[in-house]
């Protein structure tokens, strides 16, 4: 699925991309030559364009310039439209293109990648239907809506949290002000539920999704979600990732008797139930509001929390419906909710209780890795006292490992050895590495950013032995994919070398400070201009007349087999007009 389709015209989007700079050249004119700039903080999770807004024209100059630059852009795409004028410019066979083609236009079948991203499946339509609606729809999780009540749901919904905004304006800074502003002037879609095939699975069932893209709760839960980032740090098993797990590791040196252990929630969204999870928020908020800071709005978040969780509305095919009971599916707070709301119980029935037991304990959403001390006495009371902790809270149950010297957690296998933990890449039987083809028409940069993110990830995870055997399987798997050890060579070694320098942990803490560069935003194709070529250009145009430190060429991939082939909604649904719902401001 992530094989990516070369064009059969070259750089389709040069008149998206001229619009594109010229907007942003324009609104930084304007901005700064009205004492703007600065004038709020830009927020990037929160952002929304104003779509009913565009700059007035630069300075002459400016303007000059850009016409300067958009002649000199074509001519290089006239120069190569001559060039491959009778060249095959897709990396496609005639045999696979129809092939595409046949596939895209079969509505018989379904399309979709598989949950654990075992690559794609295809799935008869009736009978793909069939599952949805026994599995999932037809249980008491949901409730099945005419359009009509759904529709009026949703509006009554959308007059309810206009109102929150309005009667709580005050408590809002000006970058959220902007934000629902501008996001409660579009029209929003009912959100689409769809099922991904568990194919590792006996019968193979499906994993319920619900698409929230462009929904009016979407809005909020992103709103929520944001907010949350305050409160994750207050939650004391909360970790980033396996690499921050490393870091305090190395920090510990074990009792003679430590062992280590793994939990797995099952189904942690479904499980939590609406009303444990709500009060679980309110408990949080309320016996951390010491650290919270005096200007977070708490009763907002909480009323916008419960409408979110309680109001999950989707289609599915030509039927409505809404969620019963759980975490709201494929609403972007979902994962930061679970977090917290467990952590609750953590940070107030669990850690306290067995504080003389774990000398360490982290949870990932619904992964938990601890270090386990037994009690003098090697009994098993205490453990099975935790394990029952552990289950206490709601619906929710945990598949629990007992405590060993060795165990596996996120994309860790960590080992005790001479009072210290060894930490080495895990990596799932079931994994079909199915990483860029080499024929793909993916830009350069993204197997260059694959191979360095994998190198590093390895080097962190693994001591040196363990580093060469996994770095030779990637390898390996690089050139099962079709790549060329020729290929791949220089890359490697500029990892390496990124290694040594510390390049990449540098590049990462300065990947934010956006606000002194200019992208040129530029559909990749491999035959199409070339970076060196757009840098000259814009060097020898526009740079000497503008305002910015450096200019990046933001190249991103063509359609590929995912886009075409996959959707959310059902193909050739006669209903689909219905899945629009115009709720304006």
């Known amino acids: 699925m992530k094989y990516c389709l070369a064009p059969r015209t070259l750089n389709r989007g040069i008149h998206t991309t001229l619009l594109k700079l010229a907007y942003s050249i324009r609104t930084k004119y304007h901005l700064t030559h009205n004492g703007k700039d600065t004038e709020y903080a830009y927020i990037p999770q929160i952002y929304k364009k104003n779509k009913h807004w565009n700059p007035p024209p630069a ?32 990396n496609l066979t005639p045999l696979q293109s129809t092939a595409l083609k046949k596939l895209r236009e079969n509505h018989d079948i379904i399309l979709k990648p598989t949950d654990k991203n075992l690559g794609p499946a295809a799935m008869d339509r009736e009978a793909y239907i069939n599952q949805i609606f026994t599995e999932h729809l037809s249980t008491q999780d949901y409730l099945k809506l005419s359009q009509q009540e759904a529709i009026y749901k949703l509006q009554h919904i959308k007059e309810r949290l206009k109102k929150l905004l309005t009667d709580n304006k005050d408590k809002l800074t000006q970058p959220e002000i902007i934000y629902f502003d501008r996001s409660l002037k579009t029209q929003h879609r009912i959100p689409l539920f769809y099922g991904l095939p568990k194919v590792h699975k006996q019968p193979i069932s499906l994993r319920p999704v619900v698409s929230t893209t462009n929904s009016l709760l979407a809005i909020f839960s992103n709103w929520l979600d944001y907010k949350m980032k305050e409160l994750l740090p207050l939650v004391k098993s909360y970790t980033k990732n396996s690499a921050e797990v490393i870091q305090d590791l190395k920090q510990l040196t074990l009792p003679h008797n430590a062992l280590l252990f793994s939990a797995d929630a099952k ?19 309320t016996l951390n509001s010491s650290r919270i800071s005096t200007s977070f709005p708490t009763n907002l978040f909480l009323q916008i929390l419960e409408i979110v969780m309680r109001n999950n509305i989707f289609s599915f095919q030509d039927t409505y419906w809404i969620q019963l009971s759980g975490t709201a599916m494929g609403t972007p707070v979902a994962c930061s909710y679970a977090t917290v709301t467990y952590g609750q119980h953590e940070n107030t029935a669990i850690l306290p209780e067995f504080s003389n037991n ?15 001390i037994p009690s003098d ?8 006292s935790f394990k029952t902790a552990l289950n206490s809270w709601g619906k929710l149950s945990w598949v629990i490992e007992e405590p060993s010297s060795t165990t596996n957690f996120l994309d860790l296998t960590l080992k005790i050895s001479n009072l210290k933990i060894c930490t080495k890449t895990f990596q799932k039987d079931m994994n079909l590495y199915l990483y860029i083809p080499a024929r793909s028409a993916h830009p350069p940069s993204c197997l260059k950013g694959l191979i360095m993110g994998e190198t ?3 080097w962190i995870q693994n001591n040196k032995a363990d580093f060469t055997t996994i770095l030779a399987k990637f390898i390996q798997r690089l050139t099962e994919r ?9 890359l490697f070694n500029q990892a390496a070398a990124a290694l040594d320098t510390n390049i990449l942990r540098q590049s990462q803490q300065n990947s934010d400070k956006n606000d002194r560069t200019i992208f040129l935003h530029w559909e990749y194709h491999p035959k199409g201009i070339k970076r060196p070529v757009l840098r000259k250009l814009f060097d020898t145009y526009l740079a ?24 959310a909604a059902l193909p050739a649904d006669s209903h689909a007009e219905n899945n629009t719902l115009v709720t304006r401001h």
């Open 267 to 285: 189904s942690m969204y479904t499980n939590i139930d609406t009303d444990t999870g709500l009060n679980a928020m309110r408990d949080f908020l």
């Open 377 to 384: 006495n090697q009994n098993t009371k205490t453990w099975e």
């Open 456 to 458: 590093r990830r390895y």
């Open 544 to 567: 000497p007349v503008l305002d910015y430190e450096k200019m990046v060429v933001a190249v991103s991939r063509p359609p590929n087999l995912k886009d075409l082939l996959t959707r």
């Open 482 to 490: 079709g790549h060329k050890l020729e290929d791949l060579a220089p």
């Open 358 to 372: 774990l000398l360490y304990f982290k949870r990932y959403i619904d992964d938990i890795f601890g270090i386990w």
């Open 59 to 90: 300075s002459n100059e400016i303007e000059n310039r850009l016409t300067l630059f958009e002649k000199a852009l074509r001519k290089e795409h006239e120069l190569l439209l001559r060039k491959y004028r009778n060249a095959s410019l897709s």
